[in-house]
């Protein structure tokens, strides 16, 4: 989400719904799924309201390193920049995938259940999604084309 503030205002009104929902558990199949489908279908509804498309990556991961000149970090964060760039024009399928596999680590039967699609369409939006980013990625690199 960006901020701690709209990730607990989304987690509330998840609980909520799951309190209303908890007479009837069996309404939903598997309870994690169904929580998670919620969490991503209001994550994303809140992200379109604001106009962001995708969770920055150094919010996710420790990428600064302490032993890293002046050079190697404005490299790397430049790089981290334009990785971040090429995910946010990636098509919204591929993105919520690399999203919830490479950034959160859900496995791809977990992205089966929340996203409601089969294995292999998981597998294959994953595929399609990492290949643009390489693709893409390695023109910026090389010769410094825009990943538009």
Known sequence: MGNEADALD????????????????????SPEAWCMTLTKNRSLDLLKKKGRNHL????????QAGSATPL???ESKESIN????????????????????????????????IMDV??????VLLHRARKQVQRRFRRVNQHGISYS
């Open 118 to 123: 089969g294995m292999s369409h998981v597998k």
């Open 10 to 29: 989304v987690v509330q009104e998840v609980m909520m719904k799951a309190w209303e929902k908890i007479d009837d558990p069996e309404s939903f199949g």
């Open 82 to 113: 334009n990785i971040q760039e090429i995910i946010s024009h990636l098509p919204e399928l591929q993105r919520t995938v690399i999203q919830l596999r490479d950034v959160e680590g859900y496995s791809y039967k977990e992205i089966a259940d």
């Open 56 to 63: 920055p990556l150094t919010d996710q991961y420790d990428l």
């Open 72 to 74: 190697e970090a404005t």
